[in-house]
Structure formats: C-alpha cells, structure tokens
T-cell receptor, first 117, second 110 residues
C-alpha cells in the first residue's frame, strides 16, 4: 500500500508568516510522529499522537508550534509567525501502534523542507 | 527519561567490516531499533532487537545486551552505498514511544 506522504515537499516563506505542513500516515496506523531535522543534525522530536489519547507535546519548541490530527488520520503541523531558526526539514512518521515490539517500527514520509527568509 | 549515545562519525573502507555502537539508559526498556538515513532522504528501518543476542539480516547484523544497555550494528562487506547516517532508537515503556539517538554518519571510502 501507499507509504507516508507529506505536503508540500518544499515551502519557502517570509519571516513572520504562518505555515501549515500536512502528513498523511499509512492507512490504519494509529501512531503518528512529527520530527524536525536541521542540516547534518539528528532527529528532534516534536509531537506524538497515539489513537484517541492526548498527544505528547513535550518536544514542541515554543507556543508558535501546534499540531492536530483529525479523525485519527491526517495531521497538520502549524508554525505561527515563522522565524529563520525554524528552517529545517520536517519529517512525519507513522507506526501501526506504539504498544511495543515491531509494531513500533516507524515509517517516515519524505519530509517538508521549510525555508524561512 | 532516556540517554542514547552513538559516535558522531565513522570512516571505513569498501569491503571491510564496521561496528557502530549505541549505549542507552532507560527506565523501562522495550526494544531497540536501527534505522538508516541517506543524505537528503528519510530514515528507513533496518533492524529490531528486544532480546539479548544477535539478529542477522544479510550483510547487516544487530546485537543487544540489555544488562549492559548496549547495542551495535555490524555492517559486513561494506559498499559505497552504505555511506549514510545510522540511527539507534530505544523504546521506553515509560515514554510511550521510541527515542532516537543523534545518529552516526558513516563514510565508506574506496
């Protein structure tokens, strides 16, 4: 079946503008993750959704960042009043669940490259 | 919380063997994953260990010692295409999700 998809693939915006990044997880996957990756750096965890539970927002760097997951499927990451330091690749991943074992295997989308001028 | 350590960079020669180590501290271990990430691409799953011992998958093997909080990824018969970043991720029951290390960038030279 189809993998994780993200849109747009590239986004260039001006400082101070708001942006929305979209993630379509693999159908039937209950867990969804957002990460940020700057050039040459590791994955920075942002937020995690699991089923109907309250999301784990512990990685969001500021209140300018928020995310929603509608109907347990598609997720949108919103960054308000973008800053130059927000420039990075934003990766979304999904797993069939997160109860342990191989079902925790994360499948990543191709990412959205965000550039804030 | 968790602490995951990997070497930042490694270099090896085509055809050789390389071992990438990962050490971790966790309050409730429930599995360790290795992912491969080529430059400009998303990470992809390589291997999973939850019990002590060695899991072999072709040229790649992964080892786990839970008592030592230690894993390694062994790559044999290195090829130029193995040049990539290798990410160790640990599933912590308490955290409810896996946490990634910063990754090891492997450069394979001819």
């Amino acid at each position: 079946g189809a993998g994780v998809s993200q849109s747009p693939s590239n986004k260039v915006t001006e400082k101070g503008k708001d942006v929305e990044l979209r993630c379509d997880p693999i159908s039937g996957h209950t867990a969804l993750y957002w990460y940020r990756q700057s050039l040459g750096q590791g994955l920075e965890f942002l937020i995690y959704f699991q089923g109907n539970s309250a999301p784990d927002k512990s990685g969001l760097p500021s209140d300018r960042f928020s995310a929603e997951r509608t109907g347990g499927s598609v997720s949108t990451l919103t960054i308000q009043r973008t800053q130059q330091e927000d420039s990075a690749v934003y990766l979304c991943a999904s797993s069939s669940d997160s109860g342990g074992g191989l079902t925790d295997t994360q499948y990543f989308g191709p990412g959205t490259r965000l550039t804030v001028l | 919380g968790q602490n995951i350590d990997q070497p930042t960079e490694m270099t090896a020669t085509e055809g050789a063997i390389v071992q990438i180590n990962c050490t971790y501290q966790t309050s409730g271990f429930n599995g360790l994953f290795w992912y491969q990430q080529h430059a400009g691409e998303a990470p992809t799953f390589l291997s999973y260990n939850v019990l002590d011992g060695l899991e072999e998958k072709g040229r790649f093997s992964s080892f786990l010692s839970r008592s030592k909080g230690y894993s390694y990824l062994l790559l044999k018969e290195l090829q130029m295409k193995d040049s990539a970043s290798y990410l160790c991720a640990v599933r912590d029951i308490g955290a409810g999700k896996s946490t990634f290390g910063d990754g090891t960038t492997l450069t394979v030279k001819p």
